[in-house]
Each structure stands twice: as C-alpha cells, then as structure tokens.
C-alpha cells in the first residue's frame, strides 16, 4: 500500500501522528505487530484447532469436526483480510459487546471520514486493530457451535503454569515461611511487602502475546533475582503504595480495607498476583481482594474466569507441599468471599479507560469502592494512557485523562512504545545505552497516582 496514505492532507497526518499509536508507519512496534506477530499467532491459533480434531469428534461426533472446519475457513479468512490490509468489517455475531464494537467502528470511520478513508489493518489506532483482531478470533469460535466455548489459548496458558512449577513452589514456601505474617515486625513486613510486589512486577515478563504464543515461563529463581534486577525498575513508586495502605490500616472506618487487582496473565503471572494478594490479608494490609479478569479469551495469555479456577485447583491438587498448601488457602479465601473474582465486558473493549464512566458505569462505580486499584501489565498500561504518544516527562496522573476511580498503581514491564513519568533525560540516557528498552519487557514500572 502506499504510504503515506494519499487522500490524508498533510495536516491530518499530524493529527493521527500525534493522537495515537497507528499501525501505518514501517518500522514502529505497532506496525511490526500487526505485520509479524499477529498472523503468527493466528497461524498457531488455526494449528491448535487442527491438533483437537479427534477430541472434538469424540465429544461432538461429525458435527464437531464440520464446526472444526468451520472456524478455521473463519480464521483463515481472517488472517488473509489482514495480510493484504482490507477494510476493518462489523462484528456479525449477537454477543453483549456486538453493538458496542460497531458503534466504535463506526465512530473510528467517522474520524477518517473527510478523505474518504476507511479503518484498514494498516490504517487504524493500533490498541483498536489489535484488540479487534482478538475479538474477531473469539467471533470465529462462537460461530462454529458446537465448540464454541473452545478456549484456542488454554493449552498455552496451562503449559505456561506446568513449565514454571518449581518457580512457583519456591515462591509459594517462601510465603509459607512467613506465616502468621501478623507476626513479624513492622519493618520485615514492609520488606515482604516490596519483594513480593516485586515479584508480581516481573511476572508480567511471562505474556504470551509477546512472543507470538511462543512458551514464555518463570525458569530462574526469581526471589534471590530480585537485587539484580531492581536497577532494571525505572520508576519505582511503591513507598506511595505501602504508606497509602499503612494509613487505611490504620484510620479505615469501619475497619475494611478493599484492594482491587486488575488481573493481566494466567499461568506464572497470575501465581505471583495470587501470592501478593494471599500476602495483603494475611498482613492485615487488606480485608478482601477483588479480582477483574476477561470474559473471552485475550491477548494469548490473559485470565479468564476458568483459568482463575484452574489455577487455584491445580495449586490444591498439586504434588508439591507448598503449592498445595496455597491452593487450599486460595480456595478457603474464594469460600469466604475474602477474594471475590469479577469479569467484565468492558476489559475486552478498544476503549481507553477514560472512556469508562460512559462506557461501563457500573465497572467504574465497582472500582470506586475499592481502597486502591492495581493495574497488571503492558496493555492495561496503554488503556490507562489511552495509547497516546504523550512524551517521556509527562505526569502519570495527568495522562491519565482524568481517569480516577480510587487510588490506583500501574504494574507492568515495558512491552511497547509508550511511557511516562520519566525524568528529563532519562529516556534518552535509556535509548543511547539500549535502544529496545521500551519493548523487550526488560524494564519494569510501578507508577501510583494518589488519593482523591
Ligand atoms: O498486557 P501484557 O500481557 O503485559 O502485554 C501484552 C502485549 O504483549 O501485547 C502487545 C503486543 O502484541 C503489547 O502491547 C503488549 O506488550
Ligand atoms: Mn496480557
């Protein structure tokens, strides 16, 4: 195709170039993903529905076979339609997001419309293409009854949890260990309280979409990593958290204390996302943990409610004592209603999360009741930023957009272009010593914007 575009004036190109990251420019992240990465994975995602064909025929007979079919003759269309850039088409299924998806299609045509242009693949914001690209995958699996309900990344998400299995053992006697955490001194518990927080940040290395499915496991030993890495943080705004959640402890009246964790991937992730909130009751720091995962499959590796329940039963069922012994603490809490689990159509939306009051009432007016609110990972980070192109310096709170159901924290490592917070010169300083800083999840953030 080319490029740029001939029917935007040079002015309009401006625009776009400044409001957003787009798919259109060669050689921006953006671009590459969608050119590289997505097809790869939608290659995988077609390979797997193959490998399950003689399961599908045993559960369905030949009708699960002709579904089979069915979705990947979707699925191949789909990735042809993105390989040679055609028009971004409306969602035909009925789901509760159906309209809402063309409504933004729509209201993406409508920006385009004065030069007759129209959302292509290579021609869109790319949060909106690639988060469209997944809903489409999950569009191809709900036509094909009668397997439908086909998870194309479980496989992945479980394998991710089994190749990281003695990560998680040591990570789970480690926790062990500190119990009755009520215990230990102040000051030890404030130590436990950054380790552990720490640990959650770099289990957002292991996603899935990354490395275009490819197996991306917790191996190295992560705890006594922690010291080498920490160079690796580049705004490191924990201490905001720890006296925010010091002070709740304290003053909250009546004394409930609630901490809501914006959930990114299964497997290696999701045990350190667990252990950090087990560590949050049994220190007192919290009294219940609400948890916010996606209703269909996302992004490769992100949690649904299924993997949440696989997850906590295959810690109970596990060989491995510590594992175990977490699992039935996992399931007691869950018992107790002390962590609730919550999903929500609007997570799998293009929308930045501004949008939310408008969008998503009720979400927004859940998350308000929250003490404090944590954002996992890299694509959480781009809706809090509304994937804009803000400059390095930019305050985190103000971009933002105003954007403040509760006290909330960004936890994520770096997987795309996008960041800010960042002191003058250090970007540069990055760039010059480590030209892939921004995408390679090798530098980590933990970014707080304060009480009301
Ligand atoms: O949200 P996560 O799991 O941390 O990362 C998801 C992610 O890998 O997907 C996109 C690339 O396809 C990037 O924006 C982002 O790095
Ligand atoms: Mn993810």
């Given amino acids: 195709f080319s490029f740029p575009p001939s029917f935007l004036s040079s002015f309009q190109m401006d625009l776009i170039y400044d409001a957003c990251y787009w798919t259109l420019f060669p050689r ?9 990465r997505t097809p790869q994975i939608l290659t995988k995602v077609i390979d797997t529905l193959h490998r399950h064909k003689s399961e599908f025929f045993e559960k369905h007979g030949e009708e699960g076979v002709e579904a089979e079919k069915k979705a990947i003759s979707l699925l191949s269309k789909l990735r042809n339609e993105l390989q040679t850039d055609k028009p971004i088409i409306p969602l035909v299924d009925k789901c509760v997001d159906t309209d809402i998806w063309n409504q933004y299609l729509e209201y993406q045509r409508s920006l385009l419309n004065e030069g007759d242009g129209e959302p292509r693949w290579f021609f869109s914001p790319w949060l909106f293409v690639e988060c469209y690209m997944y809903r489409r995958i999950h569009e191809a699996i709900m036509q094909s009854p009668p397997i439908h309900d086909f998870d194309v990344f479980k496989e992945s998400k479980d394998e991710n949890f089994f190749e990281s299995q003695d990560s998680i053992n040591a990570l789970c006697t480690h926790l062990l260990q500190l119990k009755p955490i009520t215990d230990l001194g102040e000051k030890q518990i404030q130590d436990e309280f950054f380790k552990l927080l720490q640990i959650s940040l770099w289990g957002n290395k292991c996603d899935l979409s990354l490395s275009g499915g490819e197996s991306s496991s917790q191996k190295a030993d992560i705890i006594n990593s922690l010291k080498d890495l920490k160079p690796f943080i580049l705004v490191n705004e924990t201490e905001s ?35 950090f909130a087990d560590f949050l009751l049994s220190s007192e720091l919290a009294t219940e943990i ?130 800010v917070g960042l002191q003058p010169g250090q970007a540069e300083h990055l760039t010059a010593s480590d030209p892939h800083w921004l995408t390679t999840g090798k530098y980590g953030i933990f970014q707080f914007d304060g009480p009301l």
């Fill in 28 to 36: 921006s992240f953006a671009y590459l993903t969608i050119k590289d």
């Fill in 241 to 275: 958290l720890w006296a925010l959640l010091s002070k709740l402890k304290k003053t909250a009246e009546p004394p409930a204390v609630r901490v809501d964790i914006v959930l990114d991937n299964s497997g290696f992730e999701l045990v350190t996302d667990l252990v």
């Fill in 290 to 419: 609400h948890f916010h995962g996606k209703i269909i499959p996302w992004f490769v590796s992100d949690v649904t409610v299924r993997d949440f329940e696989w997850i906590v039963e295959h810690m109970k069922g596990s060989h491995l004592e510590s594992m175990s012994a977490c699992g039935a603490a996992w399931e007691a809490y869950v018992g107790m209603k002390k962590w609730v689990y919550h999903d929500h159509a609007f997570w799998t939306l293009p929308h930045p999360f501004c949008a939310m009051p408008q969008v998503a009432p009720d979400l927004y007016a859940e998350l308000q009741k929250a003490g404090v609110v944590l954002f996992k990972g890299d694509l959480n980070y781009r809706k809090l930023m509304g994937d804009r192109k803000w400059k390095f310096t930019v305050p985190f709170h103000q971009a933002l957009s105003g954007f403040h159901p509760a006290p909330l924290c960004s936890i994520r490592t770096l997987k795309c272009e996008l960041q």
